[in-house]
């Protein structure tokens, strides 16, 4: 027989047991709480110059490392335009912006961008002399937050001298174009002072800080009587190609530039790949976006070179190539 007490017990217990079902079914009803999204890497790009095609191949760099605009990273270019005083405003917005890295283009870029930041990641994709700088300790291990590669390779300055002297054999005054606020183009001046005082070739600054001084630096070295022109890359010699070209011409000057791949109105040019050296920036930006430490990737130096012969302009000027030169350009220009 069941007594008052039990069934007291029993009332309860489904009393309790319908308070708990319906909790549940509560529960069930409400929306899930949000899953967290994930961030999406964002690269900078801080250029001392305009944009160049260069970042055409660090962009397919990274897409072929199946990175997706948008999806799995976005960009953030920055350009001085060849105003190098603006750089440094560029590196802090990008620190500001908090990008996950900044790739540069130019050592004076690469030298914004470290001042600005010891924390964000920096990968050069060009640049010179980043021991001397203080941008790493050693090529090998940069300890640091900047790695990429480098554009160093003081050889190339006595190649391009003696590539000139073959075309032009009586050479013994030579112009130099660079942009004397880059500290790129500082270190390949130093490399050409030592090769032209080998050579007993006596050299002509004509540096300039801004384009509108281009036209009064041809004049000096007309006036000087240079036989030749020496290009030193940089930001705002490269921006200015087009107007440079049309000076050599006016002044019948032999141009050689150490950028290969500007084709205008150089006689000749021998450097690095630069295409190559941007498409391999994109590895760097990848292995750090996977957690490697910049300051343990090795600075890696060039490994692709190019020459080219403009066979319109030797004509135009009266040059005769010497036809084994010729037969080792990788490009001729006709």
């Excluded at 549940?24 to 409400?30: N, P, R, T, Y």
């Excluded at 250029?47 to 990274?62: H, N, P, T, V």
């Excluded at 914004?112 to 050693?138: C, E, F, P, Y």
């Excluded at 190019?306 to 066979?311: F, G, H, Q, R």
Aim: aromatic share 4%; proline share 5%.
């Amino acid at each position: 027989m069941v007594t008052r007490r039990a069934m007291q017990r029993l009332g309860r217990r489904k009393l309790l047991l319908g308070v708990a079902s319906f909790a549940a079914l509560q529960a069930s009803s409400l929306p899930l709480p949000a899953q967290p999204v994930a961030k999406i890497p964002v690269i900078g790009m801080l250029d001392g110059g305009k944009r160049l095609g260069w970042w055409k191949a660090f962009l397919e760099g990274m897409s072929e490392l199946r990175y997706v605009e948008g999806k799995s990273v976005l960009y953030e270019p920055r350009y001085a335009e060849g105003d190098l005083e603006r750089l440094r405003a560029l590196a802090e917005d990008l620190v500001r912006r908090q990008v996950a890295v900044i790739v540069t283009a130019s050592t004076a870029a690469a030298l914004a961008a470290k001042r600005a930041t010891d924390q964000i990641a920096i990968v050069t994709a060009t640049g010179t002399d980043h021991v001397s700088l203080g941008l790493a300790a050693t090529l090998a291990h940069p300890e640091g937050n900047v790695t990429g590669l480098s554009t160093l390779a003081t050889d190339l300055t006595e190649k391009r001298v003696e590539l000139l002297r073959q075309i032009v054999p009586e050479l013994s005054r030579l112009a130099v174009l660079w942009q004397s606020d880059n500290p790129g183009s500082t270190t390949q001046f130093r490399d050409l002072e030592r090769a032209a005082e080998a050579r007993k070739i006596a050299l002509q600054n004509v540096g300039i800080r801004k384009a509108g001084e281009l036209p009064a630096a041809f004049s000096a070295a007309a006036k000087a009587h240079a036989q030749a022109l020496y290009v030193i890359g940089g930001p705002l010699t490269m921006d200015e190609q087009a107007q440079i070209d049309s000076l050599a011409r006016k002044h019948k000057l032999p141009m050689v530039h150490s950028i290969s791949s500007l084709e205008g109105g150089s006689l000749i040019s021998y450097g690095v790949h630069y295409e190559d050296l941007f498409r391999r920036a994109a590895g760097y930006v990848d292995r750090i976006l996977k957690g490697a430490k910049p300051g343990d990737l090795p600075i890696e130096q060039p490994t692709r070179f190019e020459l080219v012969i403009n066979a319109k302009i030797a004509r135009t000027l009266g040059i005769t190539i010497p036809r084994p030169m010729l037969l080792r350009a990788d490009r001729v220009i006709e």
